[in-house]
Structure formats: C-alpha cells, structure tokens
C-alpha cells in the first residue's frame, strides 16, 4: 500500500559527499514527519535527522553541521546530503515515515529496505 525506496548509497572516501534519496509511494494523504536512521550490525538503530512537512528539522550531534535533511513534499521524497563523511559514518541507513493514508485518519510510520553506506579511511 505505501513503499519508501531509498537510493544513493556507496562507497565513498573520508572527507567526501553522498547524497540519499527516500521517495515514497502509495495510498499516501499525507506525511507529517521523515526521518533517516542509521544501523551498524549489533548496534542499534540510531536517528541521524528529521524533518517535517513544515520544513522544522532536527539532528543527531555527531552529524550537526555536516549533514542536511531537506524535503520534496509535492513529490513525497526526502534527501539526506551528507558532506565531510567520515569511516563512523558507515551503516547502513534507512528511511522513515510518519504518514496518513488515503483511507485515513490514522497516522502509521514505514520504513524503506535501507542503503548501505561506507566510509573509506
């Protein structure tokens, strides 16, 4: 009914840029809140930045200043610019939506499959 389909995940050197891409579709009314997570194998799955449909955006500490979350809202996707990217970096990263459904009015979150990010020393 609703897919988040993340894209622009790589292999990258340290002190270099990548650029996430969420696109979400479906049965969509509406999204009040996206955000991007990120996971390293045994670890937890921890929030690097979000962003709401009124443009309000938030971020972890160990990302202030070097990544940006903005939002797309006519086209439903979010991207995450990441600069100055650093081997702490890796994880793999996924999407994640607040949204209503077309058949409403409840809001339920969703997340995409995720995209491997990795950071070269």
């Known amino acids: 009914q609703v897919q988040l389909v993340e894209s622009g995940g790589g292999l990258v050197q340290a002190g270099g840029s990548l650029r996430l891409s969420c696109a979400a579709s479906g049965s969509i009314s509406r999204i009040n809140l996206t955000g991007w997570y990120r996971q390293i194998p045994g670890k937890q799955r921890e929030l690097v930045a979000t962003?709401?449909?009124?443009?309000?955006?938030t971020y972890a500490d160990s990302v202030k200043g070097r990544f940006t979350i903005s939002g797309d809202n006519a086209e439903n996707t979010v991207y995450l610019q990441m600069n100055s990217l650093k081997p702490e970096d890796t994880a793999v990263y996924y999407c994640n939506a607040h949204l209503v459904i077309t058949t409403g009015p409840y809001q339920y979150s969703y997340w995409g499959q995720g995209t491997q990010v990795t950071v070269s020393s």
């Open positions: 962003v709401t449909s009124g443009g309000r955006t």
